[in-house]
């Protein structure tokens, strides 16, 4: 009996899970999913000029440091249509499909970094701003965001109902702002900017791809079939072969970004702990992957630090998984030494932000405590001239009024309780009659059932 209904627990929380996750739901026809990516794969006329608008306002804003802007050109941005033409071409044995969706990203691509060169040719602001700068260096977290964004972005695909989740993705994935930073690159000769702009594109439209061709296959899309044996055949090998030579790269790729987050974070970690050193600062940190060993560069400002501090801290790297490394101290500047100057300048930038930062988030803290703090006590506080105005008018002796919210403790029961407290001076003895008078009129006047009236 007990198996039984474990069974039947099994059984019910199987059809619960199925009924919440289930894609058939609102699920557009095969056909019609497969035809609406085919449209949005085209580079033509209308899909043409918005990209090419879509990239000078992403332009503008990178070199503008706006992240407004570059949301609102991502959000018209129709790149993502070839990007999930690819996926779903392998994922449906299309060739034809793949060969135009290439075709077409190809032709993307080279207008969109082209539009962006000549913006950032003609454009009088030549500095890289942070939001540019964020482009050219590409994470682990962009791998997540591609491959979940992609997810995301073809389930709604596949939706009979217009979704906003395809803006989303496009503004979560932000595959312009790359292409845009590429063209910044080369407008100002700087290749590391280029490189790194299009290996964050590639990143991103390799993963989206792949979301794109996992949902296909989970949703079971019927593969194209040939009648004859031997063109299927070649067809399937080009389609290998092209996925061959752009995943592979890919899993490189990804591969080299997790290894370099988790070297960045273990760097970070053992600078801020074993670098530490009295009346010293941390001005810069370098850290270079071209070679196969790590190489860690840091220049210290302020007090010198004894060279077998930091051989100890060098024995200490091991701790940190960053055994491979090389360290390299150097400790403030001297005649001849060959220092980066801005690197400085970005270094105590850099730490200045950092203290700032904390200091603004602990002004803020203060605020919204003191804020707090007044809104309780004006809860508590009524408008004494407007009242002492309306009851001189009433009563012509009165001099002084004030009227508060007390707090009252009894003792016998030990438990406090609010109580309003009226303290009024008039010029002459009042009788009784017009004491009662003025208190029931402070008791109308003030809302409070509970007043207390204390007259000099």
């Known amino acids: ?76 941005s129709p790149l993502m249509g070839p990007i999930m033409g690819i996926g779903l071409g392998v994922g449906i044995n299309d060739f034809e499909i793949i060969k135009k969706s290439y075709k077409n990203l190809g032709v993307a691509v080279l207008i969109s970094v082209l539009t962006s060169t000549v913006y950032f040719l003609i454009t009088p602001l030549s500095d890289a701003q942070s939001e540019l700068l964020a482009r050219t260096t590409p994470t682990i977290w962009d791998v997540f965001i591609a491959l979940f964004g992609g997810l995301a972005g073809i389930v709604a695909a596949t939706r009979k109902s217009i979704s906003n989740v395809i803006p989303g993705v496009a503004i979560a994935t932000a595959l312009m702002p790359p292409l845009c930073t590429a063209g910044f690159g080369l407008a100002t000769g700087n290749l590391s900017f280029f490189f790194g702009a299009f290996y964050l594109f590639f990143i991103n439209s390799v993963f989206i791809s792949l979301a ?22 070649r067809v399937k090998r080009s389609i290998i072969t092209v996925v061959l030579i752009t995943v592979i790269p890919s899993i490189i790729m990804a591969y080299n970004i997790v ?77 001849g030494s060959k220092v980066d100057i801005s690197a400085i300048r970005a270094g105590v930038i850099e730490e200045l932000y950092k203290k700032n930062e904390e200091i603004i988030k602990n002004k803020d803290k203060q605020i919204q405590l ?16 407007e009242i002492s105005r309306e009851a001189k008018v009433i009563f012509n002796s009165l001099q002084e ?39 029931e009129w402070l008791k109308e006047r003030t809302n409070s059932k509970d007043l207390r009236l204390i007259i000099n």
């Not at 987050?261 to 270079?288: A, D, G, H, M, Y």
């Not at 407290?421 to 008078?437: G, L």
């Open 370 to 385: 003191l804020e707090s703090k007044i809104a309780l006590l004006s809860q508590n506080q009524f408008p004494i001239e």
């Open 212 to 233: 794109t061709y996992i949902i296909v296959r989970f949703l079971k899309f019927h593969k194209k079939e040939f009648l004859d044996p031997q063109k299927e055949m």
């Open 401 to 439: 009024l004030s009227v508060n919210k007390s707090i009252i403790m009894n003792l016998k029961s030990n438990k406090t309780d609010t109580l309003v407290v009226a303290y009024a001076k008039f010029s002459k003895s009042v009788p009784y009659s017009e004491r009662k008078k003025f208190n």
């Open 259 to 335: 290894n370099r987050t988790f070297i960045e974070k273990n760097v970070q970690q053992f600078i801020t702990n074993e670098l530490n050193f009295p009346n010293t600062q941390v001005v810069s940190r370098k850290i270079n992957f071209d070679s196969s060993r790590v190489q860690i560069e840091v220049l210290l400002l302020g007090a010198p630090v004894e060279s077998n501090l930091i051989e100890a801290a060098k024995q200490k790297l091991p701790k940190y998984r960053l055994d491979n490394a090389k360290l390299i101290v150097k400790q403030g500047i001297t005649e």
């Open 1 to 76: 009996m007990k198996v039984n209904k474990n069974l039947r627990l099994i059984v019910l929380l199987r059809e619960i899970i199925h009924d919440r996750f289930n894609l058939e739901d609102d699920k557009a026809s095969e056909e019609e999913i497969i035809e609406n990516v085919r449209r949005g794969i085209e580079f033509r006329g209308m899909n043409l000029w918005v990209l090419i608008f879509a990239i000078f306002i992403a332009s503008i804003g990178l070199n503008v440091n706006s992240t407004a802007v570059i949301i609102g050109a991502m959000l018209i």
